[in-house]
């Protein structure tokens, strides 16, 4: 099958393609100028990276492949508008389809109304490509749009967005056979993808530890950021792999954030749909902080992104990276994260949960009443504070875990499940929907100060009680608020309208790190 030969083309070629600036996409037009000349050659324009500039080396390997040989030309393509950043590889196949359009082998009834995202192999085959459910969301609704067409790869995740037909091609003969009416291709739907994380963790298999349940249960219910404390081998990791099971089911807004998060990362596996579960990310002490907050070009989500909606987890913090941590600060604030680059400013999404374990000095054991500690107060003192106050004072709970009896560890009895935690856990939720409602607020954890002063009102004796707390333990202004924050959540636990004494004690006692056990150390 050749290309016409011999013919100047009549028309310059226009087909529509898209690219993705954050989680969020813009449409992109790829024009498409083929000319007789003496010398052929193929010219790009647009603002392309890298992998944009070599795309012609794949799409004339792909097109001589299926038997669509190229006449000799000089090949302008131009990526408007100009303006806008060309990265990756998603742009092969609607460059394939706008030179096959300005050599007239298509028609325009072929391209019209159509939106391209490939990656074209040697063979013709189209390959996976990163953010199209980003794509396929922003396209939703555009009655000038009638297909979006993506790799067979892709399909079920751009398909999640039911307002965008989607077809998905899994070779380059197959699409031409769709769009000139030959064979069509079905129209893609789209079903949830289940992450794999998690599928055995339970509650019920954590042994002893109740006062740190306790805690991870007012975490998730409250949206609350949590710290564990206490020696090696005590369950702290054991315990944050489960916040994520009690943690509410994924609304379906929540759902498509979170995918197009880690569609636009390229951490979604080939072929999935939505994730149905809150991601669990467990990044490593040694993670850079661009891993950490994003960054890299072209720009990425990090980790504090990626667990959007879902659990931070990060083991052993005093062993991060202080400068590390501190860009935490912000997206643990703000919800999302700004990556600033000369050429162009990415926000990300980031509200997630932090679960944070440390160990209370350097050797782990220090008032360990089994194991004696070895470091001396200078060097526990030096430990603690690796990790910066405004920091601390960024995470809601901060509770004790102390090393397991022989009994607890002997014990066989099974736990309380994740499914009966998170029940409670959804009712609370539910009582802060409403409360909040007319807010954009989603927990009490978000609550602002004017917030607080509607929602937080103590009586005589949990007043006196707070402000007895705050002497003694010399909090801050951003503890005391916290305190009044885990202590609404508690009382939603409980079913009460106000917050009484014993919810604010409950919420004091997850303040370890203002003790003055440690503090002495």
């Not at 740190?212 to 054991?238: C, Q």
């Not at 009586?459 to 005391?480: E, K, Q, T």
Request: proline share 5%; net charge positive; with cysteine.
């Amino acid at each position: 099958m050749g290309l016409p030969q011999g013919r100047t083309p009549a028309m310059l070629s226009k087909v529509w393609s898209a690219a993705t600036l954050g989680i969020d996409a813009v449409r992109i037009v790829i024009e498409v100028d083929c000319q007789p000349a003496q010398q052929p050659g193929f010219r790009l324009v647009g603002l392309p990276d890298a992998a944009v500039r070599e795309s012609y080396a794949r799409v004339r390997s792909a097109l001589n492949y299926c038997g669509l040989y190229v006449p000799q030309r000089m090949i302008t393509v131009n990526l408007s508008p100009a303006d806008v950043r060309k990265e990756g590889s998603r742009f092969d196949l609607p460059i394939a389809m706008g030179i096959l359009h300005a050599l007239e082998f298509l028609h325009d009834d072929d391209v019209r109304g159509r939106v391209f995202v490939g990656e074209l192999s040697l063979d013709g085959t189209l390959t996976a490509v990163r953010g199209t459910l980003s794509i396929s969301a922003a396209l939703a609704g555009d009655e000038s749009i009638r297909e979006l067409v993506v790799p067979a790869a892709n399909a079920n995740e751009a398909a999640a967005v039911r307002l965008t037909k989607v077809i998905g091609a899994a070779h380059l003969n197959g699409l031409l056979s769709h769009v000139r009416g030959r064979e069509p291709i079905e129209a893609a739907t789209s079903s949830a993808t289940a992450e794999p994380h998690n599928d055995q963790a339970d509650f019920a298999e954590v042994r002893g530890q109740a006062h740190a349940k306790r805690a991870l249960e007012v975490a998730a219910a409250g949206g609350h950021n949590v710290m564990m404390i206490g020696p090696p081998g005590s369950g702290k990791t054991m315990l944050a792999r489960r916040l994520s099971t009690i943690l509410p089911r994924l609304s379906l807004d929540e759902a498509i954030v979170t995918t197009k998060i880690h569609s636009v990362a390229g951490t979604l596996p080939a072929g999935s749909g939505l994730l149905t579960r809150r991601p669990f990310r467990a990044p490593h002490h040694t993670i850079s902080t661009a891993g950490l907050a994003g960054g890299g070009t072209p720009i990425r989500p990090g980790e504090v992104s990626l667990s959007h909606s879902g659990v931070l987890f990060l083991d052993e913090l005093a062993e991060f990276r202080r400068e590390t941590l501190e860009v935490m600060r912000q997206p643990m604030e703000d919800g999302f994260v700004t990556i600033a680059r000369a050429t162009k400013t990415v926000t990300f999404p980031s509200r997630f949960t932090l679960a944070a374990a440390l160990n209370p000095c350097p050797c782990g054991f220090f008032n360990d009443s089994r194991r004696e500690c070895t470091c001396t107060p200078i060097q526990i003192a030096r430990y603690l504070a690796k990790v910066s106050g405004p920091l601390l004072d960024r995470i809601d709970l901060q509770v004790e875990v102390p090393a397991l009896s022989s009994d607890e560890v002997t014990a066989t009895e099974s736990g309380e499940s994740s499914a009966a935690i998170r029940e409670r856990v959804e009712r609370a939720r539910s009582v802060q929907r409403e409360r909040f409602r007319r807010t954009h607020v989603q927990s009490n954890a978000e609550m602002t100060s004017r917030l607080m002063r509607r929602h937080c009102e103590l009586d005589g004796s949990s007043r006196a009680l707070l402000r007895s707390a705050i002497d003694r333990l010399g909090l801050s202004a951003r503890a005391h608020d916290r305190i009044l924050k885990v202590g609404r959540t508690i009382a939603d636990l409980a079913g009460r309208e106000a917050i009484e004494a014993a919810h604010i004690a409950e919420a004091v006692q997850y303040r370890a790190l203002d003790r003055s056990w440690f503090r002495s150390g």
